[in-house]
């Protein structure tokens, strides 16, 4: 039940230099990928991109076999309304559960905005949110 | 010998060296040398003294093309090998009747340390000709009696089928000629049951590859160390303990020096390898730099034989100074191969920063072990320049590359980078 929201992020090494994202952003292009969402975590000279895409076993193979170093991260997807107060009710839900946030981040598309989460108890998270009327984006609308 | 008192040993050394000294008088060369250097060989009264001694390069014994060195007359010499020459011209090593003795007996002593005797059969795999490899063992293995067969190199499957048909216990090649006897065994099918002892020589090799070579042989692998100006094969060797080498301290006069500077260095630094034999006769030398990078190795080895050196690290010429302090590519590459989470790929920049060296080192991430989260790489940086920095004393920034993101060399590796300027 919980783990049909568990949605593969996938996560990719990046040197910190310039056309490195072109690069990344220019291969799932070409292999016809769409990127729902995505964000760079940043450290000492490299990075790490982080996307959700509409087929992420594809974007795995096509990323490995350019050289990419990536890999797969389970996050989830939290519908969140968007006024004010959206973000606060789903952290909140987390904070109340002592659930922990690794990371975070948002888009806002045709459907509204979502709030992706890494957590370090993601089955928990899940019952958490779901248990208290939040709604979870569905891991199959990425395959 | 091998036991010999430090005391004993010490006044053995002093009275040899004395002797070297007068042998190299015989030689233009050294007459010149000395001269210049303002020292006879009367004013060294204590091995202290070798220090007032001038260095020999490799340079002057080419320049002394074909025999401009030997200190014996041609009807004394009763062999000559070469160096390879890529690098200028061959150097020619001459060897009187008591020199192919001593040769011999360096070998039979590091054969008899690991444990052969009468009772091996000894295949000698390597080149036999000018290589001093080939003969050089050939002889000490005679010497303590064992059952030599003098296969040189090629043909592998006969090599292979010689190991299995004659029973051979003991094999003698370069470690990489070792890894492809062993890779075409395996498509034949063979075990190679008989071969007990593996010893290897002539280039560098890893500790890696001694687990490999070890588990596809099937051998005890020993490492050999040599040059043909210092005879050959059988300057040092491991003991089963395989812990540092063995140096024949009663025929070979060991320093460390700092290569820059040529300064003395203290025991367990790392630095060149300077050796003056002290039993040559066709060819003596003193103070020979051999531009092999080592230390003299701290405390007593539990085979009771007499102080050791570390396994080759390197080239000297190779050498950085970092902020007033020796570092070589080697101990980088060293540190990197311990760590599966990178690569062994490298590359060093040596910038200067407000007058301050500063040493960055790019790595390649290995394939394997990405986590996908961030604070994992940080960790594996932070881990990294840790190791770098117990090894070399020497803080470095370490970036993180893609993998296969570093050139690749055929040949010599070019990876180190110096972008200081002149100051």
Redesign the interface.
């Known amino acids: 039940m919980e783990k049909s929201y568990i949605v593969k992020q996938i996560s990719i090494f990046s040197e910190n230099r310039p056309g490195r994202l072109a690069a990344i952003a220019g291969a799932l292009r070409d292999a016809g990928i769409n990127i729902f969402a995505f964000s760079i975590a940043e450290a000492d000279g490299f990075g790490v991109v982080r996307a959700l895409v509409d087929r992420p076993d594809d974007a795995h193979r096509t990323l490995t076999d350019l050289g990419f170093r990536v890999s797969f991260t389970d996050v989830i997807g939290v519908k969140m309304r968007d006024e004010p107060g959206g973000l606060s009710d789903i952290a909140s839900i987390l904070g109340d559960a002592g659930i922990n946030i690794e990371y975070a981040y948002a888009y806002s598309g045709r459907d509204g905005a979502v709030l992706i989460l890494r957590v370090d108890q993601v089955e928990d998270a899940i019952r958490q949110i779901l248990g208290r009327g939040g709604e979870l984006l569905e891991a199959s609308l990425s395959r | 010998m091998e036991t010999i008192r430090p005391d004993e040993l010490a006044d053995l050394q002093l009275k040899r060296l004395k002797w070297s000294l007068h042998q190299a008088q015989k030689v233009g060369l050294y007459q010149r040398k000395l001269k210049e250097a303002g020292v006879s060989p009367d004013d060294i009264r204590t091995l202290d003294d070798v220090e007032k001694l001038p260095f020999t390069y490799k340079k002057e014994l080419q320049a002394g093309y074909p025999f401009g060195l030997f200190a014996t007359p041609l009807k004394e010499i009763v062999r000559i090998h070469t160096t390879s020459g890529t690098t200028g011209k061959p150097t020619v090593v001459g060897y009187t009747r008591k020199d192919l003795e001593n040769w011999s007996e360096l070998i039979a002593r590091n054969m008899t340390m690991i444990g052969l005797g009468e009772d091996d059969v000894f295949q000698n795999a390597v080149n036999y000709g000018l290589f001093t490899g080939g003969l050089g063992f050939h002889y000490g293995a005679e010497r303590i009696g064992m059952t030599v067969i003098p296969s040189a190199t090629g043909n592998t499957r006969r090599q292979i089928e010689m190991i299995e048909d004659f029973g051979v216990t003991a094999i003698h090649c370069t470690p990489s000629y070792a890894l492809h006897i062993a890779e075409v065994a395996e498509s034949m099918g063979k075990t190679l049951d008989s071969l007990k002892t593996g010893i290897f020589g002539a280039e560098p090799w890893s500790e890696s590859m001694r687990t490999e070579l070890e588990r596809r042989l099937g051998v005890k692998a020993y490492d050999s160390y040599g040059l043909s100006e210092m005879y050959g094969p059988g300057v040092a060797f491991e003991c089963p303990e395989r812990d540092g080498l063995h140096i024949w301290h009663d025929c070979y006069l060991v320093e460390i020096i700092d290569p820059e500077t040529g300064e003395k260095l203290a025991p367990g630094e790392r630095g060149e390898l300077v050796i003056t034999p002290l039993v040559k006769e066709a060819l003596p030398l003193v103070r020979y730099r051999t531009g092999d990078v080592t230390r003299l190795m701290d405390g007593e080895c539990a085979c009771g034989r007499g102080p050791k050196i570390e396994r080759i690290t390197g080239r000297s010429d190779d050498m950085l100074v970092i902020r007033g302090i020796n570092v070589f590519p080697s101990q980088i590459e060293h540190v990197l191969r311990a760590l599966p989470e990178v690569g062994e790929q490298f590359i060093v920049y040596i910038d200067r920063v407000k007058h301050l060296d500063e040493m960055t080192i790019e790595v390649e991430?290995s394939?394997a072990g990405?986590?996908?989260?961030?604070q994992d790489?940080?960790r594996m940086?932070k881990k990294i320049t840790g190791e770098l920095h117990n090894t070399l004393g020497l803080r470095t920034?370490v970036?993180?590359?893609?993998?296969?993101?570093l050139p690749r060399f055929e040949g010599k590796a070019k990876r180190v980078i110096d972008r200081r300027g002149a100051i």
């Open positions: 991430m394939r990405f986590s996908g989260e961030l790489l940080a940086q920034a970036k993180l590359v893609e993998p296969e993101s």
